[in-house]
């Protein structure tokens, strides 16, 4: 499934959860919508910040999409923290060189 276009919906907060879902609209204008669950012991513990984690979750159904083609990925997936740790690797160093 190439990728079309992709919308950020919202979130919502669950019990040991919070819910981001994305949609992904075609050309022909079909759509879907993925949904990925981060713990709120990620957020508790620092492993992710509130600000970053919509975020995680596109990249994560990017690669998801790469690794599912020609097919759709799941529509419901756990961002774990191998996706945390990738985010984490992508960003080293982006703010290195600025000055408060």
Do not use: W
């Not at 204008?29 to 990620?42: I, Q, R």
């Not at 509130?50 to 998801?64: M, N, P, S, T, V």
């Amino acid at each position: 499934m190439p990728m079309g276009q992709v919308s950020y919906v919202g979130f919502k907060n669950l019990a040991t959860s919070r819910e981001y879902t994305l949609r992904v609209t075609q050309v022909d204008g079909t759509s879907n919508d993925f949904l990925f669950a981060v713990s709120n012991d990620a957020f508790l513990t620092h492993h992710v910040r509130y600000q970053d984690a919509a975020e995680i979750c596109f990249l994560k159904l990017q690669r998801a999409v790469l690794a599912s083609e020609p097919g759709l990925p799941a529509t419901r997936q756990d961002v774990t923290e191998q996706d945390f740790e990738a985010y984490r690797l992508a960003h080293m160093g982006r703010t290195a060189g600025r000055r408060l």
